[in-house]
């Protein structure tokens, strides 16, 4: 059984094309876990117009951002696989396959992404390619080189990932950095979605460029402290 994992918040102009995306290539096992984080656009509308019982919502109530609004939707999980997604974009056909394949050998899975503007129009670009990315602890940590958006793993490592550290500011580097220390992984060059950058969402390393190296480095630390932490204490 496949757990989708989306957060979401005022999604509505893409999210009808995303979640009918994934839907087109799961079983009726399967099942879309939302986690809003309280939308004040139609989203929630758009969702209950879908009208597919995979898809399943739980409010993230009260509202905390979307670190911990992830965080929600992978505690309602109860699927043998897990996969990360975003609101607004697109799965290409074939993923699902693709990625179960590789999980039959692998605990987790990161594939590329094709760069895209909010009308899918291509840059030219994959994201593997524009950020230089290499399967590692120490590469992904000093600088994130994996979307949260192209992760997937077995149900096993969720003991090792939840419950997520208080001030985490993005669930990508936290997950990657447990699945690297805890299990055996590996990349899929080929893009498996449309990554969708538009106005709304964040940059794609998800960090700030007006932070100072001073602060990247500590959180780096609090990044490295707590993952050796946690995969030492948890049995």
Request: glycine share 6%.
């Amino acid at each position: 059984m496949i757990s989708v994992c989306m957060a979401t918040y005022n999604g509505s102009k893409y999210i009808r094309q995303q979640v009918e995306s994934i839907l087109i290539q799961l079983s009726f096992e399967d099942e879309v876990i939302i986690s809003d984080d309280g939308s004040l656009d139609e989203t929630l509308q758009v969702l209950q117009e879908i009208g597919d019982i995979r898809v399943k919502i739980c409010k993230n109530e009260p509202p905390h951002g979307v670190v911990e609004n992830f965080e929600n939707a992978i505690k309602h999980a109860v699927g043998d696989y897990i996969f990360l997604c975003d609101q607004d974009d697109v799965w290409m056909p074939g993923k699902v396959k693709k990625v179960l394949e590789a999980l039959k050998d692998y605990d987790f899975v990161v594939h590329n992404a094709e760069m895209v503007d909010g009308d899918l129009v291509s840059w030219g670009i994959d994201f593997f390619s524009l950020r230089k990315t290499r399967y590692g602890y120490w590469q992904n940590l000093w600088k994130m080189r994996y979307l949260g958006c192209t992760m997937a793993f077995r149900r096993n490592a969720l003991k090792f990932i939840l419950p997520f550290p208080n001030n985490m500011l993005w669930h990508d580097i936290w997950v990657a950095a447990i699945l690297h220390l805890k299990f055996h992984g590996i990349l899929i060059n080929e893009p498996l979605i449309w990554y969708r950058r538009h106005g709304s969402n964040v940059s794609p390393s998800g960090e700030n460029s007006g932070w100072s190296w001073g602060f990247r480095i500590r959180y780096r630390w609090f990044v490295f402290y707590n993952s050796i932490l946690r995969v030492i204490k948890v049995k």
